[in-house]
DNA sequence: CTCCGAGTTAAGCAGTTAAA
DNA sequence: TTTAACTGCTTAACTCGGAG
């Protein structure tokens, strides 16, 4: 049974990355594509099945955990096995900063394959891409940012650079927090949530981030809702309440609370001594 | 009307620790 | 590295009152 799903980006267009274009597809037996070029970067991450793809240079033979990378302007084709045909998602994407991005992750046109069998973390990134509602502007920022999230995850997920075998150290599980807290902050979200996010356990996470940060998981994200609190103050004239909701905070009451707690003084009164 | 401060209460969450 | 249990803290939701 055939199934497809493709979305196409459209209210949005940063300069450094700009997604194009994403989507699902269970192929037909022996469905093919090509020859053709595209005019944006293109990596399609195989769920299930086998199939081929063809470049000018080469022909490669892939399966499930494997990934292709097309590059913009070269002809390529690939087809979909007969017998068990690949199901896959892809992702379409273009920007000053794409080639850089791809370079990461170690993928050219000489290089267009890679694999990725460590976890299920770029399918549920996939996942969650088709799953955003895209039609409006909010959603559109969090699909581009989850095409930083897939690229970033193919970029630690590289082979060449590190064995499956290789500890993650805490550096990289720290980083992981901050990461998610920075591009997650105005949304509610919890310690729970971040340790799912990470793949540990939240107690063993959050003894781990003191350790090497010397604050809890829950303060980190305090600190950095207030800064970006007192940034919104200085720097724009959002009401409180606006404020509040912008970094994570549903009750403007609850927000001047700890934002007291945490600068001695309110919100309004950190801003009037801004401006005089 | 908007914003802020103070207080209360129940529920949920985070941090810690010990054991495995 | 995970799990479970415990404790204490935080948060949400609410009220009331005051200032501008």
Redesign the pocket.
């Known amino acids: 049974m055939s199934q497809i799903m493709v979305y196409v980006a459209k209210n949005i267009k940063y300069s450094d990355l700009t997604l194009h274009n994403y989507g699902y597809e269970q192929c037909w037996p022996s469905h093919y594509y090509g020859p053709a070029i595209r005019e944006y970067y293109l990596i399609h991450y195989i769920l299930s099945g086998k199939g081929i793809f063809k470049t000018e240079e080469a022909t490669y033979k892939l399966k499930k955990g494997q990934g292709f990378f097309i590059c913009p302007g070269h002809v390529t084709y690939y087809e979909a096995d007969v017998d068990d045909p690949w199901e896959y998602y892809w992702v379409g994407f273009y920007g000053h900063q794409a080639e850089a991005f791809v370079k990461e992750i170690n993928l050219s046109v000489k290089a267009p394959i890679f694999t990725y069998e460590n976890d299920n973390r770029l399918q549920q990134l996939f996942q969650q891409l088709i799953s955003i509602e895209t039609t409006d502007t909010p959603g559109e920022m969090r699909i581009h940012g989850l095409l930083y999230l897939i690229l970033s995850e193919l970029v630690c997920s590289d082979g060449r650079k590190q064995t499956p075998e290789k ?2 150290n805490k550096e990289v599980y720290v980083n992981k927090v901050t990461d998610f807290i920075e591009m997650n902050y105005a949304h ?1 979200i ?3 949530q971040i340790a799912d996010y990470v793949g ?5 996470l ?2 781990l981030f ?1 350790s090497s940060t010397n604050t ?4 980190y994200l ?1 600190n950095y809702r207030i800064s970006k609190a007192c940034s919104l103050l200085y720097n724009s004239d959002l ?3 606006n404020i509040s909701r912008s970094v994570g ?6 927000f ?1 609370k ?1 934002f ?1 707690k945490y600068k001695g003084v ?4 950190f801003r009037n001594q801004l401006t005089t």
Not at 216 to 219: H, K, L, V
């Open positions: 500890r993650v509610q919890t310690v729970t540990l356990d939240r107690s063993y959050g003894s003191k809890s998981i829950q303060e305090i009401s409180i309440g905070y549903e009750d403007p009451l609850l001047s700890i007291k309110s919100p309004k009164k």
